[in-house]
């Protein structure tokens, strides 16, 4: 493996970590909480595209789904594809634009990536809630607020995603 590569590994490795870290910085509600752990998923696939993206999502959900409180379960796999489908999203449309994105690029897919993630993420606490037989009302109740939480997170995202590509770009491409 040479050396680019290696460095590759490393940067998803730490974004995958960054995702658990951040993912223990959260505002806890009923149904969901507001946590900027998805940050490094954008990270990593608008510098490296949609393979890195979702590798980030996938591995830093599933450390954080089994460290959590719920552990490895039946439908931990459920949990932790939303994550990566944001990263093959992003990563994907990255991609597209050559990882050049404009403000207006930015926000675009962030947003849509965020209302795609709380779809997913909406039908796996519906499953959940079908194989563990728990009450699913209180989520759909708070379908609206979750849409709401996700747009602005996005936004927020796609606000800093430029302040943080640029020195990593110019970081990476000095290596």
Do not use: E
């Amino acid at each position: 493996m040479n050396s680019q590569k290696t460095r590759r590994l490393a940067l998803d490795a730490m974004l995958a970590a960054m995702y658990v870290v951040l993912s223990l910085v959260s505002v806890p509600m009923p149904t969901m909480k507001i946590t900027l752990d998805s940050l490094p998923i954008l990270v990593g696939a608008a510098l490296f595209g949609p393979i890195d993206g979702m590798a980030v999502g996938l591995v830093g959900s599933f450390i954080n789904q089994c460290t959590s409180q719920y552990g490895l379960t039946a439908t931990t796999i459920l949990w932790i594809l939303p994550a990566g489908v944001r990263g093959l999203m992003v990563g994907l449309y990255a991609k597209r634009h050559d990882f050049s994105m404009t403000t207006a690029q930015t926000v675009f897919i962030t947003v849509i990536s965020a209302l795609v993630v709380t779809v997913l993420n909406t039908l796996v606490m519906y499953i959940d809630s079908w194989v563990y037989h728990y009450a699913y009302a209180a989520v759909l109740l708070t379908v609206v607020l979750r849409v709401i939480v996700g747009i602005v997170t996005a936004v927020v995202f796609s606000l800093l995603l430029p302040a943080l590509l640029k020195p990593l770009r110019r970081y990476l491409s000095n290596r």
